[in-house]
């Protein structure tokens, strides 16, 4: 089975993508999930394996749910050449799995028949146990941080801030509880931070976010207690001194940045932060091109073997709020510029390809 999948990978969509390890690719989202007292439900799409539908399961921590697929045309068009991508579409139920939203993390995976675990990096896990707590902004205002249905701003927030103190722990042995002083760079509405705060946040001295969306700063400092509000220039100085932080996280604002922008922000992060402290951040990268260019997109492939950096592809979310309708891109780096042109300053702790979706992560510390 697992060679099956690979050799069909590399012949129909691979093609485009020499430089994608193979192991790191399988076409599947989540797109809703209820929980009930008639159990769990989920839907969402996964591209046939082999082509067949009855060969795909999704499994909510090792549970194989009952699978229902139906015809959908928006992922076909997403993969004109997978073996009947027009029937990924699926309803996915497990009504033994019912109860509380305080069951802690939903790990899914996508698997064949057989149940044998895909060569695959792409998991998706929610957790439902705080849900209470999180303040969700009206569908206007997530839309500025791209196309997160509402149920999923909790979820997908949750998670995010589980796997940065995952990744934090990794390289430092300590996560975020034991910081005495976080900043979020982009924060947005707060979908990530709300969490950090509510399960790390407790000895913290400082917890901040700051971003260029005055609109989402406003709503947070009017909904979100307890974390410090600031909405900052398209470009730095931000009103920070120097070594203020000993954690700076960022999730995918570096993906839509341009290139001078991108180095300028890099270096007022490198300032702020103390020395010995993190930067962790996500990038687009080649491992992300087959699920956002299934067809290919020779250009950005072109670019990045040249210059290490494409941020050719101009990015509407925040054109309500920003002055400049040029700034926000969508911007893909190679491995090599982030270590080289990104790295000056910092000791390269960690890089994790396809490490929430398609987006790659990178620990960095300051020298
Ligand atoms: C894709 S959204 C992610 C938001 C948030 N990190 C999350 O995961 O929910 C990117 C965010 O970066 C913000 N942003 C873009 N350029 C920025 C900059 N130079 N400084 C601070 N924030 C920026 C945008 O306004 C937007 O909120």
Redesign the pocket.
């Known amino acids: 089975m697992t060679g099956l999948i690979n050799s069909r990978i590399s012949n129909e969509v691979l093609h485009n993508h020499a430089s994608l390890n193979p192991q790191m690719f399988y076409g599947w989202n989540i797109n809703h999930i209820s929980r009930t007292s008639a159990g769990l439900k989920v839907l969402g799409w996964a591209l046939p394996l082999d082509g067949l539908v009855d060969n795909t399961f999704l499994y909510c921590n090792g549970v194989r749910a009952e699978m229902q697929f139906e015809t959908d045309t928006v992922v076909e068009e997403m993969f004109p050449t997978w073996p009947n991508a027009g029937a990924a579409s699926f309803r996915a139920s497990w009504p033994q799995l019912s109860g509380t939203r305080a069951e802690g993390l939903l790990v899914f995976d996508i698997r064949a028949a057989d149940g044998g675990m895909l060569p695959i990096k792409h998991r998706m896990m929610f957790d439902f146990s705080d849900e209470g707590l999180i303040v969700v902004p009206d569908a206007d205002l997530i839309s500025?941080?791209?196309a997160?249905p509402p149920q999923m701003f909790i979820q997908t927030?949750r998670t995010?801030a589980m796997q940065f103190d995952a990744a934090l722990r990794a390289v430092h042995g300590k996560g975020f509880e034991s910081q005495t002083a976080v900043l979020?760079?982009?924060?947005?509405?707060a979908?990530?931070l709300q969490h950090i705060k509510h399960l790390y946040g407790d000895a913290m001295s400082t917890i901040a976010g700051?971003?260029?969306?005055s609109v989402?700063i406003d709503w947070c400092k009017s909904r979100v207690p307890g974390v410090e509000f600031k909405t900052?220039e398209?470009?730095p100085p931000v009103d920070y001194p120097d070594a203020s932080f000993d954690v700076i996280y960022?999730?995918?604002?570096l993906?839509?940045?341009r290139k001078r922008?991108a180095e300028r922000?890099i270096e007022e992060i490198h300032r702020i932060l103390r020395p010995g402290g993190h930067f962790i951040f996500t990038t687009l990268g080649v491992s992300s091109l087959p699920w956002l260019h299934p067809s290919g997109e020779s250009s950005i492939e072109t670019a990045l073997r040249m210059n290490g950096i494409y941020d050719g592809a101009k990015n509407t979310?925040?054109d309500s709020?920003?002055s400049d309708q040029d700034?926000?891109r969508n911007t893909w780096v190679s491995d090599r510029y982030v270590q080289s042109i990104w790295g000056e300053g910092f000791d390269i702790m960690l890089s994790e390809v396809c490490f929430h979706h398609y987006q790659d992560v990178w620990v960095f510390r300051k020298r």
């Open positions: 500025h941080i791209g997160t927030g995010l979020e760079w982009g924060c947005g509405p979908r990530v700051i971003d260029v969306d989402a900052c398209l470009n960022a999730y995918s604002v993906t839509h940045l922008d922000w979310d925040i709020v920003i700034y926000y």
